[in-house]
């Protein structure tokens, strides 16, 4: 049940008929595990938290550091050198008291993910290196874990959903396979503007809103956005046959 407090924090959200107070609920009840709190699991934490998603596991290793600033908006100059999912939970709090949220100042690795991946109902990527990207899609597949993956460099970015409760959606390394791996671009190589992350967090926000509200979300479908021009561009992809991770 929502609580009166909530019926008036959330009202302009229950109005949207395909939300109402069962949606509302359904946030609330949600578990979701966000891993990678800097450009993108910013605005993701903080729109999932404002949306009243009740259960946050926040999963970062690293400090916050001045060159961050320009894009990772939870963080302030006083802010430097702290954990990034310390901080953030923090912050978050503050927002939006009655969420319960868990940090994990950490990396993650095989072992935490063999631990949290089965507490929650949603894991979002918004990591930055490849290694991780394939540990958290591997991961998601053994434990059966609904995935919103979120990239961006410079001014171009990308999502996908991949549900592996669907027999026929494609993984990540169906993607990007680990002999064909994706250049290893991330914003310290090739640089990133912050409002390009907004748009990508925002979106793999609405996939997660849309996914735990019984919205249906569209697995095999590789979204990008290219800022320069204003478009956005989906394709359509296949689960591979030899995917040592899908289909093995
Ligand atoms: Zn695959």
């Given at each position: 049940?929502?609580?009166?407090q909530?019926?008036?924090?959330?009202s302009r959200?229950?109005?949207?008929k395909?939300?109402g107070?069962?949606g509302?609920?359904?946030l609330?009840?949600?578990?979701v595990?966000?891993?990678?709190?800097?450009?993108?699991?910013?605005?993701?934490?903080?729109?999932?938290?404002a949306a009243?998603?009740?259960?946050?596991?926040?999963a970062?290793?690293?400090?916050?550091?001045?060159?961050?600033?320009?894009?990772q908006?939870?963080?302030?100059?006083?802010d430097?050198?702290?954990?990034?999912?310390?901080?953030s939970?923090e912050?978050?709090?503050?927002l939006n008291?009655d969420?319960?949220i868990?940090?994990?100042d950490?990396?993650?690795?095989?072992?935490l993910?063999d631990y949290?991946?089965?507490?929650?109902?949603?894991?979002?990527?918004?990591?930055?290196?490849?290694?991780?990207r394939?540990l958290?899609n591997r991961?998601?597949?053994e434990?059966?874990k609904?995935l919103?993956?979120g990239?961006?460099?410079?001014?171009?970015?990308?999502?996908?959903?991949?549900?592996?409760?669907?027999?026929?959606s494609?993984?990540?390394?169906?993607?990007?396979?680990?002999?064909?791996?994706?250049?290893?671009?991330n914003?310290?190589?090739?640089?990133?503007?912050?409002?390009?992350?907004?748009?990508?967090?925002?979106?793999?926000a609405?996939?997660?809103?849309?996914?735990?509200?019984?919205?249906?979300v569209?697995t095999n479908?590789?979204?990008?956005?290219?800022?320069?021009?204003?478009?956005?561009?989906?394709f359509?992809l296949?689960?591979?046959a030899?995917?040592?991770?899908c289909?093995g």
């Amino acid at each position: 049940m929502l609580s009166n407090q909530e019926k008036l924090r959330f009202s302009r959200q229950t109005l949207l008929k395909s939300i109402g107070e069962p949606g509302q609920q359904a946030l609330k009840n949600a578990k979701v595990l966000i891993v990678g709190i800097g450009g993108l699991g910013n605005p993701v934490s903080l729109y999932l938290n404002a949306a009243g998603v009740g259960n946050i596991y926040l999963a970062d290793g690293d400090s916050i550091d001045i060159s961050n600033l320009h894009r990772q908006i939870l963080f302030n100059e006083t802010d430097i050198g702290e954990n990034k999912a310390d901080t953030s939970a923090e912050k978050l709090q503050q927002l939006n008291s009655d969420t319960n949220i868990e940090v994990l100042d950490e990396m993650l690795d095989e072992e935490l993910a063999d631990y949290y991946f089965p507490l929650v109902d949603l894991v979002l990527d918004c990591t930055d290196n490849i290694n991780t990207r394939y540990l958290i899609n591997r991961k998601c597949l053994e434990h059966k874990k609904p995935l919103v993956i979120g990239a961006a460099t410079g001014f171009d970015g990308q999502h996908m959903f991949i549900n592996p409760n669907i027999p026929d959606s494609a993984c990540y390394q169906c993607l990007f396979p680990a002999s064909k791996k994706a250049p290893e671009n991330n914003c310290q190589t090739l640089g990133i503007l912050g409002p390009v992350l907004a748009i990508i967090g925002g979106m793999q926000a609405l996939q997660a809103i849309k996914f735990l509200t019984g919205h249906s979300v569209a697995t095999n479908q590789l979204n990008i956005f290219d800022g320069l021009n204003n478009s956005w561009q989906q394709f359509s992809l296949k689960k591979q046959a030899n995917c040592p991770i899908c289909s093995g």
